[in-house]
């Protein structure tokens, strides 16, 4: 998964929204650098199955955009090739990490992936990163660094 010299992260559905609703939102010129960063392959990019989900559940509810655009920003999520599959390892370190720290066990399974694929998360989620902070290996979008290579 992991490639030599590249920096590697896992995101959320909260950060890769924002690619998609780009009016307004608080930290969208780190999330389109992250975005960029990662189609100029200067980094790595990886998430849980779980986040296509999440992303067109939430698009699906936008009325300002149609079936085609859905789809459109699906298909280009897949097109990026960053959902991978989960064990249930991930799930049972997810359903630990939930209860240790009151947060959603969507929210807890990309820590939970995060940790078992070595990389960072990085979150857009105010509320989830304050209950998680204390742990080692969450960034949150506003202290994204660009890659420079």
Known sequence: MKKAGKRFYVTDASVILKWFS???EKDLDKAI???KDFKERNIDLYAPE???????NVLRYKKILGDDIIHKAISSIY????LWPVNSGVMSRALTIARLYHITVYDS????FAQSVGCHLITADKKLYQKVMGLPGIIFISDYIPEKI
């Open 79 to 82: 097109d990026m090739d960053i």
């Open 22 to 24: 780009q009016t307004g």
């Open 50 to 56: 779980l986040l296509i989900y999440e992303i067109a």
């Open 33 to 35: 650098q992250l975005r």
């Open 109 to 112: 399974s990309y820590l939970s």
